[in-house]
């Protein structure tokens, strides 16, 4: 039985090296492949598919926030399974991840090959931990409850995640469909509970402890 599955990754390179990768290696077939978090929320709705392979975070559209696209796939397809790629070496974030229901979470620094074990293991209804994901878990994460700074609340996390990745406050409450003075109170917030008094000590901050959207 071919194994349906929906691509998504705004790396059109990645995503066509993933794509041969799984249909060469795997007994599956590529059925749509998207770029954006509206073209892939418009492909599970379109399509049906065995399984999902997204990256954690894609620009474009009013999902900003990777958590926040998790949560309106699992809404609109609870039984779709699903596989996470990303780039975040955070340990807090990555738990986050899987308790949005991912059931495979493989990092882009690892090799390609994970992810054809983490199909593999999805598909016959296991989960999966690429070696470099695991590395983070059982180290503890950079930025995770072991940490000695005090736990931000979702909303505070994810304004600073997103505003470390560019986008400003305003921008920031249109996706997130909360007021501007809203979202900069819980980003001033968040830089308090860190002990960050500036814009670069936040970017420094994103960029060591690895929550960059």
């Known amino acids: 039985m071919t194994l349906r599955i929906i691509l998504a990754d705004d790396h059109p390179i990645f995503r066509s090296g993933v794509r041969a990768l799984l249909e060469s290696s795997t007994a599956s077939k590529v059925i749509a492949d998207v770029g954006s978090p509206v073209d892939l929320l418009n492909a599970i709705d379109k399509h049906p598919a065995d399984l999902l392979i997204t990256d954690f975070s894609m620009p474009g559209g009013q999902v900003a926030d990777g958590l926040q696209m998790l949560g309106l796939i699992r809404r609109r397809q609870p039984k779709l399974s699903f596989i996470v790629l990303t780039m975040v070496n955070n340990g807090g974030v990555l738990k986050a991840i899987q308790k949005a229901g991912a059931r495979g979470l493989v990092s882009k620094t690892d090799a390609l090959s994970e992810l054809t074990l983490a199909v593999q293991a999805v598909s016959h209804g296991r989960t999966f931990l690429s070696s470099g994901i ?10 995770s409850d072991g940490d000695n700074h005090p736990a931000l609340s979702k909303r505070e996390a994810e304004v600073l995640r997103l505003y470390a990745s560019g986008f ?32 670069l000590d936040v970017y420094a901050y994103a960029r060591e402890h690895g929550i960059l959207a």
């Open 134 to 143: 695991s590395r983070v878990l059982d180290d503890g994460g950079a930025g």
């Open 168 to 199: 400003t406050v305003t921008e920031i409450a249109g996706q997130l469909n909360r007021s501007v003075k809203t979202v900069r109170r819980q980003k001033m917030d968040a830089m308090n509970k860190l002990g960050l008094k500036n814009d």
